[in-house]
């Protein structure tokens, strides 16, 4: 029975549990005995199971648990004791009682005045040496989320949104109007650095990787599709792939962590799973868009030094209800085993073994009334396994060593694109096939065809990570070191695009087959070594932390200028505690925290390695009727997109933090600034080609007996420039805001809880680069295309996103009906977009021989030059601001049998005003803009 034991925090009562056994064991037993049965109930009659129930005597002991039905059974010899009930959550009991005259005791506990304060169903603002938030199981068990990307509400600045189970959820921190993708999967992609740098860490094991190279032809060439919207590369980890159902605990740190984390630029999400024993727990889930069923349980042995944990979940979406065309399916299945073993020289070693499996499946159809074809479709299917290792030694002697540990990650994914397409060509098309440069003939497709593709990836991510922890005290000051090493591995063995390339999905791509596997791996190694020193002088509490990592990216060759360099990326966090005094018999206590640090980001194998480009011109395109004298021939020139320039991208953070604790309330505020100049986006790029045009006018089509031979036809010779993509660092985006939290203590009486939270956020977008167009005029110009190229400082719009929202929640607990619920008025104060005026003159000009001269406006003036300087519209620079919304949402759960049924429901969005606005003189009404959003929920605890 002691696997449930409930653990006992205080030392006495521990004390008193031990020496009760010893005596148990060592009392002697008499010839009659009699049984005594003990039942144990809190206030209002509720069973109270783990209560650790003492009977003693003058001359015996004993000691028992109570079982989920609250009671506890003896065989003692008749007499008087005196019963004592514990348990961590109540009131310490003490009664005497005489078993000669009674054998049934119903004994009634009072609940601690903190129990109540414990129930917390928010995210809870850490007050350690950096800003995050903690999400409890409590917490994530009243949101009642269908996957993670729910929990964002939680963070301050979130607010609660329909889910998007149809396409990529990209997590944002501190961020605000990050242009995102349209339903068709085409938008910008230019910004996402942020999500890319958000490091997800499950246990210690990373979910990042940088391999993924999971992507359509069309969605480089920004082609809109259905499709596009499930893909996932060098955006980080899509949240609709992480159950939350085997999730104990949550921490979101989005100010300055830890140099041991590194590779990142915005945040770090840390996730725990459940451990140790837990009776069996089925979940059913349904709402609007998805049904969800899980069920897990743990284990461990009777010294609880053994512990399994196994949990499996299903989740099937649709965007729409009614559609049953398109849908997401998701499966998880997770193994957790952990041991501990106490060494005869008084060190620990602990060992943590998490083995899990994940299948995301994003599966459309086309729609047989508009397609008629009834072929169109596509699949997305990932399938995610992961090994993780943690072997930690700690020493329990005072010494310098403490502890060390290391942990070991391998993720390996197999992940398949398959897409089936009817094509349907205009015209008699040719298509070229050449994968080198040079002169090569093309062919004439069928006019119509089926056209079938894979994309076959197989990421292989393997994690390191070796840590070492060091104490010393020199009079005051206490002194914690730790020093580490981590490394990263990533390759992906898969096929790629595998093809017809006699039937390509789309004949205007620019792109040909490549082996995923023929690819470098991507390796990282990084050092790291962090020093926190903690004093007190008075009354006064100082706490200094400062870290240093140096990371190095391997495995390129010696033109990438990342070659043989280590990025050191310094951090400080400082937190002062001020002395505590009393307002109205309570205890406050006020915290200041500072924190500054550098945070890096190395470019992921899409953007180290990205497809080369084919530039096909059709220099003779000769159509007969007679398909056995037809000839088209392309010149190929094939264009290497790589940037060896490529450098991390550096993100520079600064915050401050107040922390206020009175009593049971709280309150956090946090100013922050961050700035990244150097994030990752695809900026054009101009090359040069030379091509022949032949002149097939004096071919007489009746006389023609074979092919015609290219050697006998006259031709022209042209030189021209085009643009094509490269992966640059080339986005600003600049933060700035204030978050705040308020939670108060539980009201007496009505046991409701209030809590206030919400931010401010300001985010700039720009492009820190110039960037290469063709200008206005896409005319030709005596029969050839446009000749020359403009260099724009400012052409894409500086961006500012500004946005205010606050949540109030009251949430209300009832332990005599054990029912919760609570009500949360969501706020969006303003929302304001705003584009900086642009400059359409260019800085500079590229000509037909590829040379980047000056660009004169004067001196263009009459010119073809002239075409060259963009006209800009004065409205796109006014600013877009929306006023106040308002979202009420309502959450209830009520458990029945002892906490063994709990049925929970939602109603988001159940009361909306949004106020309306004028817009260039209308005025646009948002009434009825949103319906709400409906689920319930049921658990059992068996």
């Not at 805001?737 to 206030?756: A, K, L």
């Amino acid at each position: 029975m002691l696997k449930h034991f409930t653990i006992i925090t205080q030392p006495t009562q521990l004390t008193i549990i031990i020496l009760s056994l010893f005596i148990h064991c060592f009392s002697y037993a008499q010839k009659t005995s009699s049984s005594i049965s003990i039942k144990v109930e809190n206030e209002y009659g509720q069973a109270i199971p783990t209560a650790v129930v003492t009977l003693k005597s003058d001359r015996d002991a004993v000691l028992e648990l109570t079982n989920d039905a609250g009671v506890a059974t003896f065989r003692v010899t008749p007499d008087n004791y005196l019963l004592e009930v514990q348990h961590i959550s109540y009131t310490l009991y003490t009664q005497k009682i005489n078993t000669l005259t009674q054998s049934t005791f119903t004994i009634r506990m009072k609940a601690e005045t903190n129990q109540l304060e414990e129930v917390i169903i928010s995210a809870k603002e850490g007050t350690g040496l950096t800003s995050s938030s903690v999400i409890n199981r409590r917490a994530m068990q009243h949101l009642q989320p269908s996957s993670f990307a729910d929990l964002m509400e939680l963070v301050p600045g979130g607010r609660s949104k329909d889910p998007y189970l149809s396409g990529v959820n990209k997590i944002q921190l501190r961020e605000v109007g990050h242009p995102g993708l349209s339903s068709s999967g085409v938008g910008s992609r230019q910004y996402d650095t942020s999500s890319l740098g958000t490091l997800f860490v499950v246990d210690g094991a990373q979910l990042n990787s940088g391999a993924n190279l999971q992507y359509t032809y069309n969605y480089i060439d920004n082609v809109g599709t259905g499709l596009n919207k499930s893909i996932n590369v060098s955006s980080g980890v899509d949240m609709r792939t992480i159950s939350t159902d085997q999730i104990e605990k949550v921490e979101i740190i989005r100010g300055i962590p830890s140099v041991e984390y590194g590779n990142l630029t915005s945040g770090v999400v840390k996730i725990t799973k459940k451990s140790g024993y837990s009776k069996w727990n089925a979940r059913f889930k349904a709402d609007g868009y998805s049904k969800l069923f899980a069920v897990n349980k743990g284990f461990e042995s009777k010294d609880s030094s053994f512990k399994v944990n196994v949990g499996l979940d299903y989740l099937n979406a649709k965007p729409e209800p009614r559609n049953d065309l398109e849908s997401y399916k998701r499966i998880t299945g997770a193994l957790r085993l952990s041991k501990d073993k106490n060494l005869d020289n008084g060190g620990l070693f602990s060992w943590v073994s998490n083995l899990s499996y994940t299948a995301s499946i994003d599966d459309a159809k086309s729609d047989p009334d508009i397609d008629l074809t009834g072929v169109n479709k596509y699949k997305v299917d990932n399938q995610f396994y992961s090994l993780s290792n943690i072997f930690t030694y700690e020493s329990r002697n005072e010494s310098f060593f403490r502890s060390i540990e290391l942990q070991t990650t391998f993720n390996q994914r197999f992940d398949k694109i398959s897409q089936t397409k009817f094509v349907q060509l205009e015209g008699a098309t040719a298509l070229p096939i050449s994968t080198v440069g040079g002169e090569y003939d093309g062919f004439f497709p069928s006019a119509n065809y089926i056209g079938e593709s894979t994309v076959d990836g197989k990421p292989l991510d393997i994690f390191a990570k070796l840590i070492s922890s060091f104490h010393y005290k020199v009079a005051t000051v206490s002194t914690d070191i730790k020093a580490g090493i981590d490394w990263q591995y990533s390759k992906n063995n898969g096929n790629g695009q595998v093809y017809d390339i006699y039937k390509p999905l789309d004949p205007k791509s620019s792109y040909r087959n490549r082996a995923y596997k023929d690819i470098p791996a991507y390796v990282t190694t990084a050092l790291f070594a962090e020093h926190i020193s903690s004093t007190k002088f008075g009354q006064h509490g100082l706490t200094l932390t400062l870290g240093l990592r140096g990371s190095v990216m391997q495995n390129v060759s010696n033109e990438f200028t990342m070659n043989g360099k280590m990025y050191i990326d310094p951090r400080v966090n400082l937190q002062w505690s001020l002395p505590s005094f009393t307002v109205a018999d309570k205890e406050a206590r006020v915290d200041l925290t500072l924190g500054w640090g550098q945070q890096r980001l190395f470019p992921d194998l899409n953007l180290l390695y990205p497809e080369p480009y084919y530039k096909d011109i059709q220099q003779l395109n000769y159509f007969h009727s007679n398909p056995e004298y037809r000839i088209v021939n392309y010149k190929t020139t094939v264009f290497d997109a790589q940037n060896k320039a490529l450098t991390p991208a550096l993100n520079n953070k600064l915050e401050a933090r107040l922390d206020l604790n009175w009593g049971f309330h709280q309150l956090t505020l946090t100013v922050f600034k961050e700035k990244m100049s150097n994030g990752f986006r695809t900026m054009n790029d101009f090359g040069l080609y030379n091509y022949k045009r032949y002149d097939t006018s004096g071919i007489k089509h009746d006389e023609v007996t074979s092919v015609p031979d290219r050697e006998d036809l006259p031709y022209q010779e042209y030189n021209e420039n085009f643009l094509y993509n490269v992966s640059r660092n080339g986005s600003r985006t600049d933060k700035e805001g204030i978050e705040f939290q308020y939670s108060s203590n539980r009201i007496p009486v009505i046991n409701t809880r209030i809590t206030v939270n919400g931010a401010w956020f300001r985010t700039m977008y720009d492009n820190s680069m110039p960037s290469y167009k063709r200008g206005k005029s896409d005319a030709n110009v005596n029969g050839k295309p446009y000749p020359y190229l403009g260099l724009y400082d400012t052409m894409e719009p500086k961006s500012k996103y500004e946005e205010l929202n606050s949540n109030l929640m009251l949430d209300t607990y009832i332990p005599k009906l054990d029912l919760q619920f609570s009500t949360s008025f969501q706020f969006n104060w303003y929302y304001l977009r705003k584009n900086e005026p642009l400059n359409g003159m260019p800085s500079h000009y590229v000509d037909l021989d590829g040379q980047l001269l000056p660009y004169d406006a004067e001196q263009a003036k009459g010119t073809l030059l002239e075409q060259l300087v963009i006209p800009q519209n004065g409205n796109a620079s006014k600013a877009t601001r929306k006023p106040m919304l308002m979202d009420v949402n309502l959450k209830l759960s009520k458990s029945f049998r002892n906490k063994q049924i709990t049925v929970s429901m939602f109603a988001n969005k159940l009361f909306t005003y949004y106020a309306p606005y004028v817009v260039n003189g209308t005025k646009v009404n948002r009434k009825g803009l949103q319906d709400p959003y409906f689920g319930m929920e049921i658990n059992f605890n068996l």
